[in-house]
């Protein structure tokens, strides 16, 4: 899951008792205001859309998003569908991966158009050393610490193996939360979602793969619905 700026989310719109609500952009934990959407706020929305609609759809373009608060969104939403005993579909505006198809797996049905792009079901991270630098340009970094791990990742830190082991088994972990979310909304194995090595799947593609029920254009698929 990764973080990339986008544009901020439209408010909920209403047709004919079918409420969207629109996902854009990067994904956050917390509203920061830096552009893109975040857990928070799509609860709120979806909240409000639960409570008013026959049915709710999650208009989804985003590339995905941070890991934190993303599991507990994706079970609130699940929660708010039973509770309100109401459909809960998921149409996918071109792109929605990594943290984005994590959301899109509390819907009851995912749609996509012939261009639209999904999966990417996985989790990376990254780790960045200056230390090279700061010797050739003579800048001396001590860290002092409280424990062997506390340097990890820490940008003047050099990177160990330990350190990468550390971050691999922390990924890795993460990542099998997602598998059994995607397994269990998907109706796959969780060894076939890992199989897919965190691709992306394209319209029909990501139907045959599993990871979408449809093809079609948005003024399609609200034909279907009605």
């Excluded at 699940?78 to 984005?100: F, G, N, V, W």
Aim: aromatic letters at 6%; a negative charge.
């Amino acid at each position: 899951m990764f973080f990339l700026c986008g544009p901020d989310p439209k408010e909920n719109e209403e047709d004919d008792g079918v409420v969207t609500v629109h996902i854009r952009g990067a994904l956050e934990h917390h509203d920061e205001g830096a552009g893109g959407d975040c857990y928070d706020l799509i609860l709120e929305r979806a909240s409000m859309a639960f409570a008013s609609a026959r049915a709710v759809v999650l208009r989804i373009d985003s590339p995905g998003g941070v890991v934190s608060g993303l599991n507990q969104c994706v079970f609130s939403l699940q929660r708010m569908k039973r509770d309100a005993q109401k459909p809960l579909y998921i149409y996918i505006d071109e792109m929605a991966t990594s943290a984005a198809f994590a959301l899109a797996c509390a819907g009851d049905e995912v749609w996509l158009p012939p261009s639209g792009i999904c999966g990417s079901v996985g989790v990376i991270s990254s780790m960045i050393s200056l230390a090279g630098a700061n010797d050739k340009a003579g800048v001396q970094v001590v860290m002092i610490a409280s424990g062997k791990r506390k340097t990890d990742g820490h940008p003047n830190a050099p990177i160990t193996d330990n350190a990468i082991a550390a971050e691999q088994a922390r990924v890795d972990d993460l990542a099998q939360q997602f598998f059994k979310i995607a397994s269990k909304a998907r109706g796959l194995s969780v060894e076939t979602i890992e199989g897919y090595e965190a691709g992306l799947f394209l319209g029909r593609k990501a139907v045959k793969a599993g990871l979408a029920d449809g093809v079609s254009g948005w003024a399609g698929f609200l034909d279907a619905l009605g």
